[in-house]
């Protein structure tokens, strides 16, 4: 088991940026690949981006390509997600989310391909 809080959601404008933070712990943090997921009212949970558990590789989805970056933090069990130029569509509850890597060294970008899930912290933007 792996336990994950999320933090650093608030309300920014338009073109700004946030950093959201993933704090695990109950487990050994650095055998686990990490991804980040977005739920907005009324939608479907969606992939946002993941990151290997050696952080070697990584994956996002097309709508934040080359504004989001995931990262991670071994030493301090913290998987990241820096946020920039947002926009009032990324408004949603954003959640990281937790899997065995089991020896495989990939990213793992679908929701349903992982075990452990945090409660969220909502990012609002406004226009």
């Known amino acids: 088991q792996v336990q994950l809080v999320e933090s650093g959601g608030g309300l920014v404008q338009a073109g700004g940026s946030l950093r959201l933070s993933c704090a695990a712990s109950?487990?050994?943090?650095?055998?686990?690949?990490m991804g980040w997921f977005r739920q907005a009212p009324g939608k479907e949970r969606e992939s946002v981006a993941a990151?290997?558990?050696?952080?070697?590789?990584?994956d996002y989805t097309d709508s934040v390509k080359g504004r989001f970056t995931i990262s991670r933090d071994n030493a301090k069990n913290t998987v990241y997600l820096q946020m920039n130029s947002l926009n009032p569509e990324d408004t949603a509850v954003y959640y990281c989310?937790?899997?065995?890597?089991?020896?495989?060294?990939?990213?793992?970008?679908?929701?349903?391909?992982?075990?452990?899930w945090g409660q969220g912290t909502q990012v609002t933007v406004s226009s």
């Open positions: 109950g487990r050994t943090f650095s055998s686990y690949a």
């Open positions: 990151i290997s558990w050696s952080a070697g590789s990584t």
């Open positions: 989310a937790a899997r065995p890597s089991w020896g495989s060294s990939r990213a793992f970008i679908r929701d349903y391909e992982y075990n452990y």
